[in-house]
T-cell receptor, first 115, second 112 residues
Framework: NAGVTQTPKFQVLKTGQSMTLQCAQD?????MSWYRQDPGMGLRLIHY???????DQGEVPNGYNVSRSTTEDFPLRLLSAAPSQTSVYFC??????????????FGSGTRLTVV | AQSVTQLDSHVSVSEGTPVLLRCNYS??????LFWYVQHPNKGLQLLLK??????LVKGINGFEAEFKKSETSFHLTKPSAHMSDAAEYFC??????????FGKGTRLSVIA
């Protein structure tokens, strides 16, 4: 009964470093998304995927890459970390329309600090 | 394009008094609407959702929300606040399973 699993929970990076935030779900959900949460801004969509092999940009995609090679995994890559990417990152998944729709399930978040 | 506006960034109530968190939405289609809650340093939990069935939606922990198409509103209410209700609340809109669009959040404080 894992749901959506994000790793790591905390990370400190130096400016210019790269890293990958991992997201895995075991519910066979079609839709997966990455959001970042900043104070007073709510959650903003970075990238999303409607199925394996299909990804698209959200509201704030610059500086991030994603891929979706399997249904279960949706990693988020920071290519060259910047202090402006200090944030809390949430991964979410949802069943597709053919599965009857429904709400999203969120991971517990990754708190990233870039110094 | 879809969007939500949460009309108050911070609401403070006394324990035992009613809670009202206001949300207006904008959508070109019949939307799905959600309220999520986030307790300090925690993840997001779904409180309730509206998906074109009954306009009055009941959620967990005594919360409910009413979809009013004429007013494009989806306000969240609770008859009596508890200390444990202190958290950040997000109003969210989507069309089908398109990505969720979040409001900026309302912080609810409950005073003993």
């Amino acid at each position: 009964n894992a749901g959506v699993t994000q790793t790591p929970k905390f990370q400190v990076l130096k400016t210019g470093q790269s890293m990958t935030l991992q997201c895995a779900q075991d519910m066979n959900h079609e839709y997966m998304s990455w959001y970042r949460q900043d104070p007073g801004m709510g959650l903003r969509l970075i990238h999303y995927s409607v199925g394996a092999g299909i990804t698209d940009q959200g509201e704030v995609p610059n500086g991030y890459n994603v891929s979706r090679s399997t249904t279960e995994d949706f990693p988020l890559r920071l290519l060259s970390a910047a202090p402006s990417q200090t944030s809390v990152y949430f991964c979410a998944s949802s069943p597709g329309l053919l599965a009857g729709g429904g709400g999203y399930t969120f991971g517990s978040g990754t708190r990233l600090t870039v110094v | 394009a879809q969007s939500v506006t949460q009309l108050d960034s911070h609401v403070s109530v006394s324990e035992g008094t009613p809670v009202l968190l206001r949300c207006n939405y904008s959508s070109s289609y019949s939307p799905s609407l959600f309220w999520y809650v986030q307790h300090p340093n925690k993840g997001l939990q779904l409180l309730l959702k509206y998906t074109s069935a009954a306009t009055l939606v009941k959620g967990i922990n005594g919360f409910e929300a009413e979809f009013k198409k004429s007013e494009t509103s989806f306000h969240l209410t609770k008859p009596s606040a508890h200390m444990s209700d202190a958290a950040e609340y997000f109003c969210v809109v989507s069309k089908g399973n398109t990505p969720l669009v979040f409001g900026k959040g309302t912080r609810l404080s409950v005073i003993a």
